[in-house]
């Protein structure tokens, strides 16, 4: 006799200020709800200058990092919490690609996106990632228990 035990998790999702200025929030959080990942914290925001230094932090000596700050602040993002069953990877693979030119069609950036600095969405790339970036984007008493 086997049990298997699945386990939930929590991770954190961003539509990009390209995403939102496009109309295409609506679409993205569709696609979210009718995979069956539970919303449990979202909001709009506009991320100040220190989040978004701190939320790119492994990449702050690359030499596109200040072009990523400034990007990702030039307009409110989306901010989600989402619950599920592999929600890490698995939004990541909803996601598809970092570059457009290599997401497949049906993913996120393979479906709306063409450049490598505009590409729509983020997800956390680790359960670190997830709990570090939820704690940066929201307060304890703006997610679902
Ligand atoms: P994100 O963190 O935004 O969800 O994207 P990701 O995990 O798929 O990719 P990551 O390596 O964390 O890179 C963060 C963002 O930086 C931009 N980037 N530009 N010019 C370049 O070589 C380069 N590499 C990364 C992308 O906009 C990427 O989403
Ligand atoms: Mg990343």
């Known amino acids: 006799c086997f049990t298997l035990w699945i386990m939930s998790e929590r991770t954190f999702a961003m539509i990009k200020p390209d995403g939102v200025k496009r109309g295409l929030t609506a679409e993205i959080l569709r696609r979210i709800e009718h995979k069956g990942y539970r919303v449990v914290g979202l909001k709009l925001y506009q991320i100040p ?3 978004a230094e701190n939320h790119y932090g492994e990449h702050s000596d690359k030499p596109f990092f200040g072009e990523l700050v400034d990007f990702i602040t030039s307009g409110p993002v989306v901010a989600i919490a989402l619950e599920g069953e592999n929600a890490i990877a698995g939004w990541r693979s909803m996601m598809g690609a970092t570059n457009p030119a290599n997401a497949a069609p049906g993913t996120i950036r393979g479906d709306f996106a063409t450049s490598m600095g505009e590409n729509v969405s983020h997800g956390s790339d680790s359960p670190e990632s997830a709990e570090r970036e939820l704690a940066l984007f929201f307060s ?6």
Do not use: A, H, Q, T
């Open 49 to 51: 200058r220190e989040v």
């Open 140 to 145: 304890d008493s703006e997610l679902i228990k």
